[in-house]
């Protein structure tokens, strides 16, 4: 079985710093690792994903996540974050079926 | 646009009413599912339907059916709504296996009253 563990439930943050989710992860199989974004009152949209080779992985506004495989982790970055991120982030890991963390709310403050 | 659509967008329901959340997608995925979202618990998936034609049981299934009409919709229902089952709920769909995330539709919020 496969479980997720999202360290932070929220994480507050001025605008333009730089902020880190933290995502592990714990698997007897190897698995895909996802980020999802929600943004109030929608519903889930992929940000990125890991599924093998280089260990960063980008996503079009400027996050990424590097995939650890000694620590179990799959930690969400971004170096200067705007107000317009400020949504609820989940992370997840699929090996047949895909199991979410309980998600972390950044809200970034002006 | 494809993707994954559901109905309705908001409903309530007094406790013991039974109702059915519609979910259709046009993307020819094999694998469909339903979660609900409370907070601070994350997504729970409830049922899955891997192919047309199969359903099983996920984290959460009590109090709840599904019925996999055919390859493209997958209903949800609450046979007895109880304030319990107030969420939201998310359908999804995917290719069966691989690399591939899901594709989300907008939720449905339910309110047990």
């Known amino acids: 079985a496969q479980s997720v563990t999202q360290l932070d439930s929220q994480v507050p943050v001025f605008e333009e710093a730089p902020v880190e989710l933290r995502c592990n992860y714990s698997?007897?199989?190897?698995?895909?690792l996802f980020w999802y974004v929600q943004y109030p009152n929608q519903g889930l949209q992929l940000l990125l994903k890991?599924?093998?080779?280089?260990?960063l992985v980008e996503s079009i506004n400027g996050f990424e996540a590097e995939f650890n495989k000694s620590q179990t982790s799959f930690h969400l970055r971004k170096p200067s974050v705007h107000i317009s991120d400020t949504a609820e982030y989940f992370c997840?890991?699929?090996?047949?079926?895909?199991?979410f963390g309980t998600g972390t709310r950044l809200q970034v403050f002006p | 646009n494809a993707g994954v659509t559901q109905t309705p967008k908001f409903q309530v329901l007094k406790t013991g009413q039974s109702m059915t959340l519609q979910c259709a997608q046009d993307m020819n995925h094999n694998s469909m599912y339903w979660y609900r979202q409370d907070p601070g618990m994350g997504l729970r998936l409830i049922y899955y339907s891997a192919s047309e034609g199969t359903t099983d049981k996920g984290e959460v299934p009590n109090g709840y059916n599904v019925s996999r009409l055919n390859k493209r919709e997958f209903s949800l229902r609450l046979e007895s709504a109880a304030p319990s089952q107030t969420s939201v709920y998310f359908c999804?769909?995917?290719?069966?296996?691989?690399?591939?995330?899901?594709?989300f539709g907008s939720g449905t919020r339910l309110t047990v009253v």
């Open positions: 997840a890991v699929k090996a047949d079926k895909l199991i």
């Open positions: 999804a769909s995917s290719e069966v296996s691989g690399p591939w995330g899901y594709t």
């Open positions: 890991y599924l093998s080779g280089s260990t």
């Open positions: 698997s007897s199989v190897s698995v895909y």
